[in-house]
């Protein structure tokens, strides 16, 4: 019995990721354009007609409608599923990797965020204000909530607050240093603003510790995926990808208070 429950469980949080990744797909199509997340509803971006709610049952929409649209039968990008069955997994992952309310919706939140923004860089090359800022103060929020967790009392709180305000800080001085350095050996701009706010987001969320081992793996990435080329060759610009250094720098215990 003990694994039918595990399993049923495993499906209701993947439903609930699945869901919040279809509602991923509408922030990374429309915050770039420009365009309001609740009007108008889901339409198809060819023919402009509004999908039936049925067609935006997550993964298995895509696939009843064969990955083309109901009425104009333009082909849908299989993006769109591949998004939600992440989310879905995502969820299921941080689910039992945590076994605490806090640190699981947390993370959650924060993994949701970082999807959105990997995308949103490999679309456009830009990182929105609007998700990075937001991102950054809900990850101050989660931060207190931890803080309460672990030792309900306001010393303790302040404690793990000045963890994440700590850890944006350094992210926005590192990623801004390596900007300045970066700018002056290859005698223009190294790299675009919107990653030292990336950055002080991400610091934000896992402190200062964490932090730096997500942007050691940046760079290590960024460096053999690059291979070392200079950024004046857009042709080989390399979209860094916050989800996957950051998934692998998420403590895999319910954090606590720094030490």
């Known amino acids: 019995m003990e694994w039918l429950f595990s399993g049923l469980t495993s499906l209701v949080v993947f439903i609930l990721g699945a869901c919040i990744g279809s509602f991923l797909n509408v922030v990374i199509y429309r915050i770039p354009a420009g365009l309001s997340l609740l009007f108008p509803p889901s339409r198809c971006p060819s023919c402009l007609r509004r999908l039936k709610n049925y067609d935006n049952v997550p993964v298995l929409g895509w696939l009843w409608l064969r990955g083309r649209c109901r009425y104009c039968k333009t082909r849908i990008s299989v993006r769109y ?5 992440a ?9 039992w990797t945590f076994n605490l309310p806090l640190p699981a919706l947390g993370y959650w939140a924060f993994l949701s965020w970082l999807l959105a923004l990997s995308l949103i860089d490999l679309d456009t090359m830009t990182l929105p204000n ?11 929020m989660f931060q207190v909530g931890v803080g309460w967790m672990n030792a309900p009392t306001l010393a303790g709180i302040s404690h793990q607050l000045m963890t994440g305000i700590l850890g944006a800080v350094i992210g926005l001085w590192l990623f801004d240093l390596i900007t300045i350095v970066g700018s002056m050996v290859f005698g223009q701009t190294a790299m675009g603003g919107g990653d030292a706010k990336l950055a002080a987001m991400m610091g934000a969320w896992l402190g200062w510790k964490y932090l730096l081992l997500a942007s050691f793996l ?3 990435v960024g460096a053999f995926v690059g291979g070392g080329r200079s950024p004046s ?27």
């Open 81 to 85: 599923p591949l998004v939600e069955a």
């Open 87 to 95: 989310t879905g997994l995502l969820f299921v992952w941080v689910f």
């Open 130 to 140: 609007s998700l990075t800022q937001s991102g950054l103060i809900v990850g101050l």
């Open 218 to 220: 940046a760079c290590a």
């Open 233 to 259: 060759d857009s042709s080989t610009a390399v979209s860094p990808c916050p989800l996957v250094h950051s998934w692998h720098s998420v403590p895999s215990s319910p954090p606590s208070l720094e030490k």
